[in-house]
């Protein structure tokens, strides 16, 4: 059971547009989001988070928008650089239910920035 | 500061043997937290470490264990390999107050069974 998706395995953007990726969970007691960026043979490298008390949360080029009812989040990236060209995974946490800090990952999204 | 790191980089061994990873965490992190990354799919948890206490453990056979040290360094052990068990295995450290924490990977250890 996929908890956690990201139903879109590829983007494609334009250097200076706007990128969102787009995230879907199913398990209620998620409360708390996070997005995550990797770039081949490294390791997941942490970009930003959202507590379920917030509907948004921004840092510098990056905004994460949840909308707690449809159990959906996105990811907004403004404006796109050819840097930003990696993969890019949510995770959701409910340290409170269960009572460690297991992350649940979709199986990402492949995010391409077009010169 | 030095983030998580892991060692070996890459490890390559046959069906059935034993192998052992290693990681070590941001300095002041007590939590560790070990899991498996299969080609095309995210990271799935197997165990997370807290004050050498096992705090949550995945969906994984016995053949996975893990341990943390007093220095909070963790080492996962896998026996009895299986080709399956191919992967990236990704250590993430934290405080471990369990508050909403963000976790912080490591490199990993890329896998492969012969």
């Known amino acids: 059971d996929q908890q956690v998706k990201q139903n879109s395995p590829s983007l494609s953007v334009q250097e200076g547009r706007i990128s969102i990726l787009n995230c879907d969970y199913t398990n209620s007691m998620f409360d708390y989001f996070l997005w995550y960026k990797k770039y081949p043979a490294e390791g997941p490298t942490f970009l930003i988070s959202i507590s379920s008390i917030k509907d948004k949360n921004e840092d510098g080029r990056f905004t994460v928008f949840l909308n707690k009812s449809a159990k959906h989040l996105s990811l907004h990236i403004v404006p796109s650089q050819p840097g930003d060209s990696a993969v890019y995974f949510c995770?959701?946490?409910?340290?409170?239910?269960?009572?460690?800090?297991?992350?649940?990952f979709g199986t990402g999204t492949r995010l391409t920035i077009i010169p | 500061d030095a983030g998580v790191t892991q060692s070996p980089t890459h490890l390559i061994k046959t069906r059935g043997q034993h192998v052992t990873l290693r990681c070590s965490p941001i300095?002041?992190?007590?939590?560790v937290s070990w899991y498996q990354q299969v080609l095309g799919q995210g990271p799935q948890f197997i165990f997370q470490?807290?004050?050498?206490?096992e705090r949550g453990r995945g969906n994984f056979p016995d053949r996975f264990s893990a341990r943390q040290f007093p220095n909070y360094s963790s080492e996962l052990n896998v026996n009895a390999l299986l080709l399956g068990d191919s992967a990236l295995y990704l250590c993430?450290?934290?405080w471990g107050t369990g508050e909403q924490e963000t976790q912080y990977f490591g490199p990993g250890t890329r896998l492969l069974v012969l």
């Open positions: 995770a959701a946490s409910a340290w409170a239910n269960f009572g460690n800090e297991k992350l649940t």
């Open positions: 470490y807290y004050e050498k206490e």
């Open positions: 300095s002041g992190h007590k939590s």
């Open positions: 993430a450290s934290s």
